[in-house]
């Protein structure tokens, strides 16, 4: 019964922000290192931001400075928090968990950057 649900996706207009929100269940969530993907019509699933079970990150080049990806392993949650939205940051945000040669993918969640 392995799930990840993502919720906080959105209209939100240029230079705004959004919170997501990954809840997970079904294994053990602190071991696992948790990312955000995104992907965008006509165009490849890319990796948005990642962090490690010890709380070592990484982001994209187009995202640095905006985004901010957290975990609250007594929650079993996983956040990106989106800072100065641009239309180009519009995709469906999808939430991954990985250890080893395992992962879990979540359903998505579309973010839409528009005036």
């Known amino acids: 019964q392995v799930q990840l649900v993502e919720s906080g996706g959105g209209l939100v207009q240029p230079g705004g922000s959004l919170r997501l929100s990954c809840a997970a269940s079904?294994?053990?969530?602190?071991?696992?290192?948790m990312s955000w993907y995104r992907q965008a019509p006509g165009k490849e699933r890319e990796l948005v931001a990642e962090?490690?079970?010890?709380?070592?990150?990484n982001y994209a080049d187009s995202v640095k400075g905006r985004f901010t990806i957290s975990r609250d392993n007594a929650k079993n949650t996983v956040y990106l928090q989106m800072n100065s939205l641009k239309p180009e940051d519009t995709a469906v945000y999808y939430c991954?968990?990985?250890?080893?040669?395992?992962?879990?993918w979540g359903q998505g969640t579309q973010v839409t950057v528009s005036s």
């Open positions: 991954n968990a990985k250890s080893g040669w395992q992962a879990y």
């Open positions: 079904g294994f053990s969530f602190s071991y696992y290192a």
């Open positions: 962090i490690t079970s010890v709380a070592s990150t």
